[in-house]
């Protein structure tokens, strides 16, 4: 089991950045890729970024492409989501998600934290 806890969300004007943290536990953190997902209100669950167990490589949605940066720091068990330029229509919960052989399936993902909510004013 890998257990995730998601820090960081909240509320920020449009054009505003945020951090996000996740915190694994639990098997070795650098067997995983690591990914962001978001779900706002009346949608589905769609993939923000992933970053595979070396941090060697990263993908992103076309929507935050530019925008957003995913990183992880295997020493300390952490994947970051740097989100700037925030918009409206990024408000949503965003998860952390964590997968062997994960990209941008969210049924490729194993184990996923409880969410953090982001907000973006206009």
């Known amino acids: 089991q890998v257990q995730l806890v998601e820090s960081g969300g909240g509320l920020v004007q449009t054009g505003g950045s945020l951090r996000l943290s996740c915190t694994a536990s639990?098997?070795?953190?650098?067997?995983?890729?690591m990914g962001w997902f978001r779900q706002a209100p009346g949608k589905e669950r769609e993939f923000v970024a992933a970053?595979?167990?070396?941090?060697?490589?990263?993908y992103y949605a076309d929507s935050v492409k530019g925008r957003f940066t995913i990183s992880r720091d295997n020493a300390k068990n952490m994947v970051y989501l740097q989100m700037n330029a925030l918009k409206p229509e990024d408000t949503a919960v965003y998860y952390c998600?964590?997968?062997?052989?994960?990209?941008?399936?969210?049924?490729?993902?194993?184990?996923w934290g409880q969410g953090t909510q982001v907000t973006v004013s206009s």
């Open positions: 639990g098997r070795t953190f650098s067997d995983y890729a």
């Open positions: 970053v595979t167990w070396s941090g060697g490589s990263t």
């Open positions: 998600a964590a997968g062997r052989l994960a990209i941008g399936a969210a049924d490729e993902y194993e184990f």
